[in-house]
T-cell receptor, first 113, second 112 residues
Framework: AQSVTQLGSHVSVSEGALVLLRCNYS??????LFWYVQYPNQGLQLLLK??????LVKGINGFEAEFKKSETSFHLTKPSAHMSDAAEYFC???????????FGSGTRLQVQP | EAQVTQNPRYLITVTGKKLTVTCSQN?????MSWYRQDPGLGLRQIYY???????DKGDVPEGYKVSRKEKRNFPLILESPSPNQTSLYFC???????????FGPGTRLTVL
């Protein structure tokens, strides 16, 4: 069975500061990993995905994530936060059969002016 | 425009009154799925479908039914809703050969 743990249900950063959202996974097989973003009152939008190609994945809006197998992690980063980045972020994992997608509990990012 | 649509967007109902939430996609995707989102729990998969007439249980299927008679539609049925099914529901779809799921706008259900 696969699972995802997101450390920190709320993260607050200042505008211009580094954003780091943490995600650890457990999977019995090599995983596919995703980060989704949810803006208020909207559905989920894919930020980026790892599917066993390059371990450093670049996504939309300046976000990137690095797959570290030894640490079973897939942390999301952005060098400089913008007010428009305020949203809830979800890490998710699926196995190579790509049947079920398991989500973490989410991290709400606040960006202070 | 490529999209996943859900109806209704908001629904308040009473315990035991059968309801259906519709989901439709116009991208010819084989895979469709339903999730519920609850505070602190993230999204949990209810049911998914790999193609027409092929459905399978996700993590939290109890109290729900689905059907996939047409490729574009994947309705979620609550035959006897209970208050613990009050939640925000999302439908999603993707092609089988890709990994990117497209989500609908959500349906907020309240069961009194």
């Amino acid at each position: 069975a696969q699972s995802v743990t997101q450390l920190g249900s709320h993260v607050s950063v200042s505008e211009g500061a580094l954003v780091l959202l943490r995600c650890n996974y457990s999977s019995s097989v090599p995983p596919y990993l995703f980060w989704y973003v949810q803006y208020p009152n909207q559905g989920l939008q894919l930020l980026l995905k790892y599917t066993s190609a390059a371990t450093l994945v670049k996504g939309i809006n300046g976000f990137e994530a690095e797959f570290k197998k030894s640490e079973t992690s897939f942390h999301l980063t952005k060098p400089s936060a913008h007010m428009s980045d305020a949203a809830e972020y979800f890490c998710a994992v699926t196995d190579t059969g790509r049947r079920a997608l398991t989500f973490g509990s989410g991290t709400r990012l606040q960006v202070q002016p | 425009e490529a999209q996943v649509t859900q109806n209704p967007r908001y629904l308040i109902t009473v315990t035991g009154k059968k309801l259906t939430v519709t989901c439709s996609q116009n991208m010819n995707h084989e895979y469709m799925s339903w999730y519920r989102q609850d505070p602190g729990l993230g999204l949990r998969q209810i049911y998914y479908s790999m193609n027409v007439e092929v459905t399978d249980k996700g993590d939290v299927p109890e109290g729900y039914k689905v059907s996939r008679k047409e490729k574009r539609n994947f309705p979620l049925i609550l035959e006897s809703p209970s208050p613990n099914q009050t939640s925000l529901y999302f439908c999603a779809s993707r092609q089988l050969v890709t990994d990117t799921q497209y989500f609908g706008p959500g349906t907020r259900l309240t069961v009194l």
